[in-house]
Structures are given as structure tokens and as C-alpha cells.
């Protein structure tokens, strides 16, 4: 373990007091006192169903709640009488730790990682709180690829409404299937499972310190699995239930945090996609894909008001990032009338590759770029959903193939840019 690591005493004593174990479930929380009982109920009964003669436990990182979350996960006791009549060969032990007075995404997960391979942990699994409608299926899913079939990383995938999850379907997947070659549909996801081979490599990397890292761990994870000689899987879960309203971040802040941390990835793990000469896709347990008809309502004029102003403010900033060609594309577009834009996939993949490229040459500040970008993803999703109001989930997956088809043709373009090297500006 890495010597740098701070397990308190408390956390210490409690893992030393359930010895090793073949399984660990960790539920990272803040201030989720209305769904951790359930979340709870949900990983005991599907440890109980799929896992009966196993050494569990389950691990709670709490990130300074205020609504009492850490007591409700060690108090509550699940219904028995409604778990089907499950009964486990071996008993569920249940660790509680405040990791830190305010929540931080990767001080959690590095006390996950570091408890799973202090436990010897053979499979290990992440459930959020925030999933709702969690099913005890879900552990499975989540855990069998790693304990049964010696995967190394299982990756979730999700049943999404026609309009949800538009960042992922637009950009982070595209990046990872054109750019890595190892595509994956749900890049930041708040469930995953993986080996306590990878904990304990992902553990001991010297990266802790990095923001990108801090604010996106699951990410980092994801592309360090991606991107080495990990085994890794996609593992169909089923419909996962919308954020409640509040509960996520406004869409500048996301996209600094999920987009910022993907390209922080690609320059950290650049020898892995550069030289990678053909893709290989990552395989899927269940169906790969799939998207229910109801589709999430979004302020559309919106988003149309803010692509047009960020595109007219920020246009000495754009010009430093794309090429002139996409520049001027993108300007044109800009100044149509509503029902006539459209950000086709040609123009949308070199806008991404020339902002992972100025990010990797540091063109200008680089949370001033990931910024810049949010007008220009927002008019990318208008262009989206005009393109898509009556598509059926063929069309859309079609469309979404042939971006990342687009990404992919243009690697040599990303990779020229990319190696040209330029000074900070300020």
C-alpha cells in the first residue's frame, strides 16, 4: 500500500477486525441519508443471492454528511422478510469511515482502494447512493465479471432516455472509441467493479495529488484500466433513474470536471493511444446500448442563446483553439436562422480533437479552454435534438456510431497537432 496513504486509526482498526475478505462493495455518500438505507438493502441482498458463501464486506466513505448518512448506513438493518427468503452462508460486515470533512471524489476512492488491498479483496464493486432504482441484479453485474471470469474492470451500462446523457453520448464516448481505440459508453458512472489487482496498481500510482485525478477518479481509473494490461468489460444494469433536480452540478462545472480530467488522461497516458495501431473494442455483457422513448426535457432556445453569445464573446479565444477552417464553420452556423442549425459530426469531431490538442499545448489557461468549449457543446446538442425529434433509437445509434468513426479518421490530425509544442499563455 502506498506509504503515503492516511487511514485513521478507526478505519484501521475496523479493517483489521474483518481480516481479509473475497469481496468488498463501497458506497461513497454525502448527505444521502434519504437512499443510503435502501442502498444498503440492495448490496446485502444481492450479495446474499449471488454471493452466499463469500467473505463480504461493505464500506461506506462518507464525505462530512450533516443529515446523519454514516449512522443511518450503520444502524439500518435491511427487511429480511422482503429478501425473498436469501439467506447468506456468511455475515455481512459493515465499515464507516469520514474520510473528510467536505466531499472529494478522490480522497474517497483512494480510501476505497486502499481498504481493498489492505482486505486482499479478489472483486470489488462502487454503487452511488443517487441510483435510486438500484436492483440487487446490479451487484451481479457489477461484481461476477471480476469474481467468476477474472475480469479486471467492469464498466456499467445503462438505459438511457432519448435525450439523457448527452455529454457521454457526444463527447466522452467518441474520445475514448476514436482517440484510445477502446470505447466505452459510460465513462463517468457513479457504479463499477474491478480487481483488487487494479486497486492496488491504481493505488500505488503517483497521481493523488493531481486535480484532474481528485475530481474525476472514476475516470482516471477507467482510462488507466483502458489503457494497460487490464481485462475489461461493459456490464448492462438496466434503466438508472435521472439525478434528482439539484443534485448534479451546472454544465460548466461538469464539463470542467469530466472533459478537463479525460484530456488531462490522454496526455498522461499519451504512449498507450498514440502508438496503439488499431482499436479494440471492449466487449459487453447484455445489450451494448439502449434508449428508452421518453425524452428529457431541455430549455432548447436555451441553449441555442448561449452557443450564438459564446460563439460572438469568445472569438478570440476560439480562433487560438480551432483551425481556421472550423473557426469560420462554426461562426456560420452561429448566425443561421433556429430551425437551420447544424453542427454536423465532421465539424463537431475536429472541434474536439483541436480542443484536446490546445489542451495538450496549453494554447491559453487551461480551465479558460475547458470553458470555451461550453458554448460549443451546447450548440452541438441543440443541433442534436432538432436532428433527432422523431429518430428512432437506430437512427440515433447510427449517428453516434459515424461520430466516432469521424474521430477515428481523423487520429493523425490529433496526433500532428498534438506533438506540436507551444508556450503558456496567459
Not at 481480516?19 to 446474499?48: F, K
Not at 432519448?162 to 457513479?190: M, W
Not at 437506430?394 to 508556450?423: F, T
Request: hydrophobic fraction near 40%.
Amino acid at each position: 500500500m502506498a506509504d503515503d496513504i492516511l487511514l485513521s486509526d478507526d478505519l484501521l482498526n475496523q479493517l483489521i477486525s474483518v481480516g481479509e475478505v473475497d469481496i468488498l462493495v463501497a458506497v461513497p455518500s454525502y448527505n444521502n441519508a434519504e437512499t443510503i438505507g435502501h442502498t444498503v438493502e440492495i448490496v446485502e441482498e444481492g450479495v446474499q443471492a449471488h454471493f452466499p458463501r463469500e467473505r463480504v464486506v461493505i464500506v461506506n466513505t462518507d464525505g462530512g454528511s450533516k443529515d446523519g448518512t454514516p449512522e443511518i448506513f450503520s444502524t439500518h438493518q435491511a427487511q429480511r422478510q422482503n429478501s425473498r427468503g436469501i439467506t447468506s452462508l456468511r455475515t455481512e460486515r459493515r465499515i464507516c469511515t469520514n474520510y473528510a470533512s467536505v466531499p472529494n471524489p478522490g480522497l474517497a476512492f483512494r480510501t476505497i482502494l486502499a481498504a481493498a488491498e489492505l482486505l486482499r479483496a479478489k472483486a470489488c464493486a462502487v454503487v452511488s447512493p443517487l441510483a435510486s432504482n438500484a436492483t440487487p441484479d446490479w451487484i451481479c453485474s457489477l461484481l461476477q465479471p471480476v469474481y467468476n471470469r477474472q475480469m479486471d474492470f467492469v464498466a456499467p451500462l445503462y438505459t438511457r432516455e432519448k435525450f439523457e446523457g448527452l455529454l457521454t453520448r457526444n463527447v466522452l464516448y467518441p474520445i475514448t472509441r476514436g482517440v484510445l481505440g477502446r470505447g466505452i459508453r459510460e465513462l463517468q458512472a457513479g457504479e463499477m467493479g474491478f480487481s483488487g489487482k487494479l486497486a492496488s496498481y491504481c493505488l500505488n500510482q503517483d497521481v493523488w495529488h493531481e486535480d484532474a485525478v481528485l475530481a474525476s477518479p472514476e475516470i482516471w481509473i477507467a482510462v488507466t484500466a483502458l489503457t494497460s494490461e487490464f481485462q475489461c468489460v461493459q456490464s448492462y444494469l438496466g434503466s438508472r433513474a435521472p439525478l434528482r433536480s439539484g443534485a448534479s452540478a451546472d454544465i460548466v462545472g461538469i464539463i470542467r470536471q469530466t472533459l478537463g480530467s479525460l484530456f488531462w488522461c490522454l496526455e498522461s497516458h499519451e504512449s498507450a493511444w498514440v502508438d496503439r495501431a488499431a482499436p479494440s473494442p471492449v466487449p459487453a455483457i447484455g445489450a451494448d446500448h439502449a434508449l428508452s422513448p421518453q425524452a428529457t426535457r431541455i430549455n432548447r432556445k436555451r441553449l441555442l442563446d448561449l452557443f450564438r453569445s459564446g460563439v460572438q464573446e469568445l472569438a478570440p479565444i476560439l480562433e487560438s483553439i480551432l483551425s481556421p477552417e472550423a473557426h469560420a464553420e462554426i461562426q456560420r452556423i452561429a448566425g443561421l436562422e433556429d430551425d437551420k442549425v447544424r453542427v454536423e459530426n465532421s465539424l463537431w469531431a475536429r472541434t474536439i480533437c483541436d480542443f484536446a490538442a490546445s489542451y495538450h499545448r496549453a494554447v491559453l489557461n487551461r480551465d479558460h479552454l475547458i470553458q470555451a468549449f461550453v458554448p460549443l457543446y451546447r450548440g452541438c446538442i441543440y443541433s442534436f435534438m432538432l436532428k433527432h425529434q422523431a429518430s428512432s433509437q437506430d437512427d440515433i445509434e447510427a449517428d453516434v456510431e459515424n461520430l466516432c468513426l469521424e474521430i477515428e479518421g481523423l487520429k493523425p490530425y490529433l496526433i500532428e497537432k498534438w506533438q506540436v509544442r507551444s508556450e503558456v499563455k496567459s
